[in-house]
């Protein structure tokens, strides 16, 4: 996950603020930190009145009555485009399925040495008291390490935890583990798991998290937008800290700037809608054959920017062979992309004609490399841009993040808040930058997480090394949801029976908490205090999200429950630093005051800012106004090189070549997915894709009461074609299963001509809510898109997710419609 400002984000060590005040020692047998009483300043709770705080759905207006959130809103407003998470705060705090106490699963609790792992999702959970909790997780985690090594324990705990550079409850248990003696790791993201690994082969960096061409400049200098798979009024709801909201300003000034916009997508997105965009639909998977029909298009009419190729480019000669089938005695042009494609000839060419005609901006979400060879799309999309020549010009090329964290929004001239770190000793520059940095001595690609627990020993390619895997015996997650965010549940439900110990720690009984063993009770980030940046790459505010409410039952923060587990390893001061979770917000913050005061910037002191409940906000310089990505190496590709090994865009590399990987070649090449619309034998009818939801972020929400706004039939929605519809005897309302051979959900049918023949789409996220408890292969009744996907790596290069490729049958259900029980408490 990303802050696109790590590389900015030097950790400056500052000297303990408070390291006169005795900790005091009563931190494991109070329910709360004592942080108020230490920070020698109010941090009583609002009785009655309102409090400010950030989610990753942006700064949020919270209104306390008696002591309890009785509403919560936007606390700014860019735009007219509405950002249905903000409102729901309440139902989270107060959720029904809130976990109150520490749980442990019965056959666990009678002999942690014999658990019945098969028994999990279907166990009785038993109340014990916390500090037993503690000291059990102490006691197998200790015997696990003894048994198996630091190995055994996997604690990659991928996931979106809630915002705050303090309470980031990965890296809470990564500095838990290190500081314990080890554990093994993941590398990489379910985001962009295949394009951060090629791009750096082509362009020298990740290009992914990267600031892009200011939107000032596009909306003065492009002709053109293209918004190809991405659905940026859904996935500009949140950021990794926070959003600021400004790209939908500038989506919105966009919408009326009268421009050509074209959205290239199987589904007629909200944006689509919105901006009144050509719509032209893809078969999913297929855009490579579809940019390849673009290019030949455009080299036959000498419609190309040679000098761009020459001076700009590595071995496009090598590429355009490939194009005119040199090898394979296909050529690709716009009839055979058609055939694979399923967009006409005719509108392929004028979109070629089109791009190369005015100044274009392609703006790519991820949605479309998170598929089988998921290497390929950005590869081929940046050669498309190189053979239309306009990269490093302002508003032209590409851009990889304008629909993500407000990607393009200029950045602020902002001083930096520090953040917790995984290192108890932290290296340089760790400050935020968790995600691709890794803590663990051991690791594999984060989506073989299946994989990996299945065939311990086992050897897989990636990126030109060799990883084996580890034998997994423990495994500690928190702020993720597995169970929902991994390809393929059923196979990970029999993967999850593996390890001896599952411990969990969450704030609802989510289908990860249900599958765990031991289950802490953790606050939601309204119980605490914390401090956050909005905007990811703008960097345009600093936030105090100060606790609203007390902690709910015996929920404890994530740094409570560590550490009292350090105390158990006799590495409580090594953990804690003797410091309460508000003086290390403090700390945070002071890092950033310090560097305000070297910038010339002025800051209150903490004490002030932590007093007014206000956002810090930064000034942004005209400069950064006027940025545009690669305009340095368009100005002299000598004196700025990319950081490839040519210096230079490769659209042919050298280092791919010699990886000799069968699904990676060494330039960008139509290879066919596993399971596809067009393949010869399908082994299903339609194609899935699971895109992210537009009123949740991941699993999160699905809980609250704004589910009643999307839910079909009380379930997931499913969008199926109206001809589609029409053959299976589907009306829009009806109960829908869906199927493979892989299993099985229930859905609610949306019927649509907003949707490409051939395609059903179901959003990614929806609670994994089982017909029959622990039982794998059982239908799901809620519509958790997962059951369904396939679990194989994109390629031997990057061994991200392939979410996008999967087959799937839809019929009408006509049985009695099962309730769901995955929204209250379990047993
Ligand atoms: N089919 C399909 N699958 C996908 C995708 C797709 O496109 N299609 N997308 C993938 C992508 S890109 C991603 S990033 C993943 C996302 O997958 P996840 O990040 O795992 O999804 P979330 O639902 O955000 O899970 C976060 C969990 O953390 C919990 N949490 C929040 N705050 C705290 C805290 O302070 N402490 C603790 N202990 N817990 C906390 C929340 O309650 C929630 O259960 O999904 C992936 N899965
Ligand atoms: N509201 C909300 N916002 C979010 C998230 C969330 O869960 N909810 N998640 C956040 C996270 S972690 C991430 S990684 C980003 C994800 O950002 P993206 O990966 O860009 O989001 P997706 O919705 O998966 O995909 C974008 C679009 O790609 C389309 N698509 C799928 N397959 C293909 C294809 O083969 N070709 C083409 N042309 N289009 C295709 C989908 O229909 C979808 O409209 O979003 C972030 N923003
Ligand atoms: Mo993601």
């Known amino acids: 996950m990303k802050n696109i400002d790590q590389k900015r984000r030097g950790f400056i060590r500052v000297a303990a603020l408070f390291s006169t005040v005795p900790f005091i020692d009563a931190i494991t047998k109070r329910g709360e ?19 400010l705080t950030a989610a990753h759905w942006g700064m949020l207006k919270l209104t306390i009555k008696n002591g309890k959130v009785v509403k919560s809103e936007p606390y700014q407003k860019t735009s007219d485009i509405e950002n249905s998470l903000q409102y729901y705060t309440q139902d989270l705090v107060y959720a029904d399925d809130r976990i109150k106490y520490p749980m442990v699963r019965k056959s666990y609790l009678e002999n942690p040495d014999n658990p019945k792992p098969e028994l999990r999702g279907n166990d009785e959970w038993v109340k014990v008291p916390y500090e037993k909790a503690i000291k059990l997780i102490a006691k197998e985690l200790k015997k696990t390490r003894k048994e198996k090594g630091a190995k055994g324990v996997f604690a990659g705990s991928y996931g979106w935890k809630s915002s705050g550079n303090m309470h980031n409850a990965r890296v809470l248990l990564q500095r838990f583990m290190t500081a314990t003696g080890g554990f093994t790791g993941t590398v990489g993201d379910y985001s962009t798991g295949a394009s951060q690994v090629i791009m750096p082969h082509v362009l020298g960096t990740l290009e992914v998290y990267e600031q892009q061409t200011s939107w000032p400049l596009v909306l003065e200098h492009s002709k053109v937008v293209v918004i190809w798979g991405a659905n940026p009024l859904a996935t500009l709801k949140i950021a990794w800290t926070s959003t600021d909201e400004n790209g939908f300003k500038y989506f919105e000034k966009l919408k009326k700037s009268g421009k050509k916009i074209i959205c290239i997508d199987p589904f007629k997105t909200e944006t689509c809608e919105y901006l009144d965009a050509q719509w032209v639909a893809p078969n999913p998977n297929t855009d490579v054959a579809m940019m390849m029909g673009m290019v030949h298009t455009l080299l036959e009419a000498k419609k190309y920017n040679a000098d761009f190729l020459a001076d700009y480019t590595e071995g496009f000669d090598k590429f355009k062979e490939y194009i005119y089938g040199k090898d394979d005695g296909i050529v690709k042009n716009v009839q055979w992309a058609s055939k694979i494609c399923g967009v006409d000839e005719k509108t392929i060419k004028e979109l070629a004609t089109l791009f190369y005609d005015n100044r274009t901006m392609l703006m790519s979400g991820w949605g479309m490399q998170r598929a089988h060879h998921g290497e390929q799309p950005h590869w081929m999309l940046v050669t498309l841009a190189s053979v239309l020549g306009q990269i490093g010009l302002p508003g032209g090329g590409f851009g990889l993040s304008y629909h993500y964290s407000n990607g393009g929004v200029p950045s602020a001239k902002s001083a930096i808040v520090g953040g917790i770190t995984a290192n108890v000793t932290p290296s340089k520059d760790e400050g935020g930058a968790a995600w691709l940095k890794n803590a663990a001595k051991y690791s594999f690609p984060v989506a073989r997480i299946a994989d990996a627990l299945l065939n311990p020993g086992k050897t897989i390619d990636f990126n030109g090394k060799k990883v084996t895997y580890p034998e997994i015996d423990f495994i500690y997650w928190v702020g993720g949801n597995p169970l929902v965010h991994h390809q393929d549940t059923n196979t990970l439900l029999k993967a999850w029976q593996k390890p001896r110990t599952v411990v969990v720690n969450e704030a609802f009984w989510t289908p990860t908490a249900r599958m765990a063993d031991i289950v802490m009770p953790a606050t939601t980030s309204y119980e605490r205090n914390d401090i956050t940046m909005t905007g990811d790459y703008s960097n345009l505010n600093i936030v105090p999200m100060k606790q609203a409410v007390k902690k709910q039952f015996e929920a404890r923060d994530d740094y409570q429950i560590f550490s009292d587990l350090s105390k158990e390893f006799g590495v409580f001061d090594k953990y804690t630093q003797n410091k309460t979770d508000l003086q290390w917000v403090e700390e945070f913050y002071t890092k950033a005051y310090n560097q305000a005061q070297k910038m010339k910037l002025s800051m209150p002191t903490f004490r002030e800012f932590w007093g007014k409940n206000k956002p810090i906000t930064f000034d942004v310089p005209y400069e950064n106004t006027q940025f545009t990505r690669y305009a340095d190496f368009r100005e002299d590709p000598i004196l ?10 490769e659209i042919y590399s050298k280092t791919i070549e010699k990886m000799n990987y069968k699904d990676c070649k060494a330039h960008p090449a139509w290879l066919e997915p596993a399971e596809w619309v067009g393949m010869k034998e399908k082994p299903a009818e339609f194609a899935l894709i699971s895109p992210h939801p537009s009123h949740r972020l991941h699993s999160q929400l699905n809980n609250t009461s704004l589910r009643k706004k999307y839910a079909v039939a009380n379930r997931e929605p499913i969008w199926i074609n109206t001809k589609d519809a029409k053959a299976k005897g589907i009306k829009d309302g009806d109960i829908v299963r869906v199927f493979n051979e892989r299993g099985q959900i229930l859905t609610g049918a949306i019927v649509t001509d907003g949707l490409k023949e051939g395609i059903v789409r179901v959003q990614e996220g929806a609670w994994y809510d089982p017909l029959e408890k622990g039982k794998i292969g059982t239908l799901c009744k809620n519509g958790s898109a997962n059951l369904l996907t396939k679990d194989i790596p994109t390629s031997e290069l990057a ?16 049985k009695a419609a099962p309730e769901l029980t995955i929204f209250t408490q379990p047993n």
């Open 640 to 649: 700025n090189p990319l950081g490839t090994p040519s210096g230079r865009i």
């Open 799 to 814: 061994d991200g997710n392939s979410s996008n490729t999967a087959l799937v049958n839809i019929e009408k259900y006509t």
């Open 33 to 51: 930190l004592l942080a108020g009483t230490i920070a020698k300043f109010s941090t009583k709770l609002v009785e009655n009145g309102e409090v």
